[in-house]
């Protein structure tokens, strides 16, 4: 069973809640592992310190023309049917542009002198191994990269299957969210109780319905705002899977990296309840 | 002044983070209430947050039609399966219906479609609007639900605040910029004049910092770093200094962990406007450093 960790906002505390879950279920005896598809920002491996032993890295396919082949002026399909202007025609020559290149495949299809093949440029490396037994993959994007959708989809095939598999989501509501939930059985989302919190959660709600992907909400440092939260949950009857106190000594551990199950008192409960909660969410929505 | 006089001396910073949360959008919102007479630019089109604040009076409104989606007509579609085997995005159902937040728009579906049924049609990914403010004008932006082209919404957001300022004389643009580092945050900061990186002491977001780091190097961008929440860890706090101390990077300023920041946004204030004597304080000193900075660069 795949479970989504996502936000709209960034920030709320997504890899906070997918690090203490994961830890909570090995230590209930779960067959758990992880995923952090926050490939622009990777920060679980600072919670759970994994020992990481393959790393691969992650490729897209690019068009590389044969000048030989390819008869410049007198076509210039692939350029003119390149909806992302990854190809050009320049001076005669077809010009490639690979890090415009969403790596369809249109080009290498279209050419009717089968002068385009297609190579690879790397975009980010993927990781795995394991956190205290819990198995890890992580994706990091190199920096300068713009398209994070193709390495998420890497990570998510590199994750070996388990009973339960935490995705740690990447924050907002556009494509490298939607790579990331696509096909998760259910989504936790992450919020806090605040005007900012409250209009990235409606987003993100907006999503998981168009989605149809069942899912729940936790607001993170409850009690750090107002009530608006709790008022929109209760006013489009979403089930509240947990409410994560606001805490100064919790967010000390957060800040040097520790975990909040077993370190700050009281906690290990927050997350029991919330597994419990989510549970009997999951249930119902199968149901 | 004439207009292509006035181009030269306009200034754009982008507030940025790497890790989102640390107070990009309350940060962005003391800033606007602040400085000379600007043009304010909420380019985290995924989740924009600015206008929760700022309390924008909308004067324009445009859709944001960006590439294109495909459509498969069932009318004359006969199930040769050709699309479902070329497209490489998931986006062509077992039934040969496109499933929209898949598709990338590139159009291979309805190359190979032997009967037209595949059309790509233009498509509409969100909105954005012109908007006055009580700090003056704003360009804000909603990105569709699942839609794809953040980047290139951020673009327009960006070209229609260069627009206003250069038509009201404004020598600022203050831009909200995303989380993360990738696209729409690269949208966000070619060619701006200062980034901004907000970051508090936390193991995290010390990590994502260094990244951000690399982005505006890798861009040749010039970097300032707030750090908000101090009181959070003092020692990472010094860490961060240190870290910035040994690379060149200023620090324009340090603001506590202070409810205030929550206090102000419940009430739709910027911080300056809540706690002038506290927090209003502080912020306005960073603008000062930011200010500084900014007329340096002009020797």
Redesign the interface.
Known sequence: MRIAIAS?????GK?TVVANLAVHLKNSKHSVAVADC?V??P?LH?FLNPHLDIEKTAVVPIPEVDNELCTGDDCGLCAQ?C??KSLILMAGEVMVFPELC?????CT??CPEKAITEGSRAIGVVRSGKANCIPFTEGE?K??????PPLIEEVKAASPQCDIELIDC???????V?KAL?GVDFAVLVT?P???GL??LD?AV??LR??RIPFGVVINRDG???SCVHDYLNREKITLLGAIPHS?KA??A????LLHVGNVEGFDDHYAKLWENIQQSIGEARS | MSPSMNTKTIKEIVVISGKGGTGKTSVTAALASLGPQKVLADCDVDAADLHLVLAPKNIRTEDFVAGERAFINTDSCVDCGLCLEHCRYGAVSEDFQIIPENCEGCGVCAFVCPEDAAVMLPRTCGVWHVAETRFGSMVHARLGIAEENSGKLVTTVRKTARELAEAQGASLILTDGPPGIGCPVIASLGGANLAIAVAEPTTSALHDLKRVFGLTKHFDIPLMVIINKSGINEETAKVIRDYCKDNGVEVAGTLPYDKAFTQAQINAMSVVEYDPEGRGKDLAAIWERIQTRLNQQDQ
């Open positions: 709209g906002k960034g920030g709320t890899t926050d622009e920002e920060n600072l049917l909806r992302f969403h790596g369809c495949g249109l299809l279209a994007m920096i300068g990269e713009a398209m994070a990447p924050p907002g509501t556009s494509c490298p939607i696509d806090e605040t005007p900012f209009h990235d987003l907006l999503t168009q989605l750090m705002g107002n100064l967010a000390q957060y800040s040097k990296g």
